[in-house]
Nanobody
Framework: VQLQAFGGGLVQPGGPLRLSCAAS????????VSWFRQAPEKEREVVAI???????TYADSAKGRFNISRDNAKNTVYLQMNSLKPEDTAVYFC??????????WGRGTQVTVSS
């Protein structure tokens, strides 16, 4: 299973950005998919999770601003980020946890929020 996160970039404070997590080799609809982020000199933290049953959960810092969703036809999970803040600057990773008990990580994508 290979995961690829993309869509990062430089965005101004208050702006939106959408990240994508695309998978090959397995079906993401069979997994809990999470977005994590890691900022310099900070611990990796979970941002949002979409469960197999499509329930979602968010970090307090993401509630009301971020939305995680699936497109099963494209085997992709998205993270729509709105009202971005400089403190959202980090490398964002996606991970998929399958019923088999295996977890897979994708390579990260850099998000920089700066004017």
């Amino acid at each position: 299973v290979q995961l690829q996160a993309f869509g990062g970039g430089l965005v101004q404070p208050g702006g939106p950005l959408r990240l994508s997590c695309a998978a090959s080799g397995s079906d993401l609809s069979d997994a809990d998919v999470s977005w994590f982020r890691q900022a310099p000199e900070k611990e990796r933290e979970v941002v949002a999770i979409v469960m197999i049953d499509d329930r979602t959960t968010y970090a307090d810092s993401a509630k009301g601003r971020f939305n995680i969703s699936r497109d099963n036809a494209k085997n992709t999970v998205y993270l729509q980020m709105n009202s971005l803040k400089p403190e959202d600057t980090a490398v964002y990773f996606c991970t998929a946890f399958f019923l088999s008990g295996r977890r897979y990580w994708g390579r990260g994508t850099q998000v920089t929020v700066s004017s």
